[in-house]
C-alpha cells in the first residue's frame, strides 16, 4: 500500500488527510487525484472536513512533465461557485499534486483543453500554479505530515509550513485521555511561511487514538492561539 495525502478544507483553510492506494511508479499521481476527487469520507465531514471541488469531478489523466504536473479534469470542475470555491479547488489539486518531490507546479486542462482561466469567475491559471500562490487558505500553522486518520509510532516526524509571532512555537502529541506524551519547540520565519521539522518520540500508547497539536503562546497572557489539530492513530505497541 502507498501511504498518500489529499487536501481538503476544514473551515476556509486547507488540511492534510491520509489516504492509502495500491499503487506504483508514476501511477501515484493519480491516485492521488482520484481520492481527492471522491472526497472526504461520512466521518471527515462530521468532523467538518469539506471540499470544493464538485461531486460528479472526473480525471482523465496526469502527465508530469520536466517538473509540471499536467492535470486533465472533467468539465464538472469548472462548474458552479465564486471566486472563493474556484481558487480553493484549484489549491487541493495544488496541494495534493506538489506532495511529490518531482513536482515543482501543476497546469490544468478541461476536457482534453489546455485552460488559463478557470470558470465564470475568471480566475486566472495561465502559469503552471504552486503551493505559494494560495497562502490565503494556509493557516499559522500548517501540519502536512502527519495527516489527519494516519497511523503513527514513535519516533513521528511532524512537518509543515509556520508563519508566526516571533517565529516560535510548540508541538505535541495527545493521546485520547488528552495526556501529552511528547512536546517540542519549533522554528519559523515571522512574515512568511517557512518550513519546520520536528521529531517527537514517545511511549506508544497500546491502541486508540490521539493527536498532534501545533500552537503559539499569546504575548498578552500565554493562552494558546493559532492552534492547529491533526486528528491520529496510534500503531501496535511495541
Known sequence: ?????????????????????????????SAAVTALLAGPSGTERAAGISTAIPAGTTLTGVRIVDGIAQVDLGPAYASGGGSLSMTAR???????LTQFSTVTGVSFAIDGRPTTVLGG????????????????????????????????????QVSGVANVFEGQFSVELTDATGSV??????????????SFTVTLSFTTPAAGAGQV????????????????DVPVHFGPHG
Open 181 to 194: 506524551l511528547a512536546k517540542a519547540p519549533a522554528l519559523a520565519s515571522m512574515g512568511q511561511f517557512t
Open 121 to 156: 469567475e475568471g480566475v486566472i491559471i495561465d502559469t503552471p500554479a504552486t503551493r505559494a500562490d494560495f497562502d490565503r487558505f494556509v493557516p499559522p500553522i500548517f501540519i502536512d505530515s502527519p495527516a489527519v486518520g494516519q497511523t503513527v509510532t514513535s519516533p513521528v
Open 90 to 96: 484549484l489549491m487541493q489539486v495544488v496541494f495534493t
Open 1 to 29: 500500500m502507498q501511504s498518500l495525502r489529499v487536501y481538503f478544507l476544514r473551515g476556509e483553510k486547507v488540511v492534510s488527510v491520509h489516504r492509502e492506494a495500491l499503487v506504483t511508479g508514476t501511477a501515484v499521481a
Open 213 to 228: 497539536t501545533g500552537f503559539d503562546n499569546s504575548p498578552k497572557d500565554g493562552s494558546r492561539i493559532a492552534v492547529y
